[in-house]
């Protein structure tokens, strides 16, 4: 995503002031280093100013640009060479861990089976001790017994 170029609602009053104030009167002087001429003279600093940052960012998007294709190109010959590493010597060699490949060896198998059968086996035990702590007596829903489970 390229970098967003900046625009300035401040210099864009200032300008629009300036021409405002340029209509009554272009060579006005309010003392004290208030001058038309030298907000003017502000206004083409900053908005200088303005442009080199935008146009630094716009740099800064090329040099980003050449870089993820730079990347791209190491990662695509990465990929080429791990490929030419497993035609020549196979996917469970140790020249091909050495290049930085996963044997097939070595991955780890899921276990998701033996987990949910200790999940049902671990529920059933729970609710055959529910069933053993109540001894036919009924129990109400604040773990208390009920009234005619008492008598």
Request: hydrophobic share 30%; glycine share 6%; net charge positive.
């Amino acid at each position: 995503m390229a970098y967003q170029k900046r625009q300035s609602a401040i210099l864009e009053k200032a300008l629009a002031r300036l021409r405002g104030l340029e209509s009554l009167d272009p060579t006005m002087d309010l003392g004290s280093g208030l001058s038309l001429q030298g907000y003017a003279d502000l206004i083409a600093a900053s908005n200088a100013k303005l442009q080199t940052y935008n146009l630094a960012l716009a740099e800064a998007d090329r040099t980003r640009i050449e870089f993820a294709e730079a990347q791209s190109s190491v990662s695509t010959i990465s990929s080429r060479i791990l490929s030419a590493i497993v035609a020549r010597y196979g996917k469970d060699s140790k020249e091909y861990e050495m290049a930085g490949g996963k044997p097939p060896s070595r991955y780890k198998r899921s276990r998701k089976k033996s987990l949910a059968t200790s999940t049902n086996q671990s529920q059933s035990e729970s609710t055959s001790s529910d069933s053993a702590q109540l001894n036919g007596s009924a129990r109400n829903g604040y773990g208390e017994l009920s009234r005619s489970a008492q008598s």
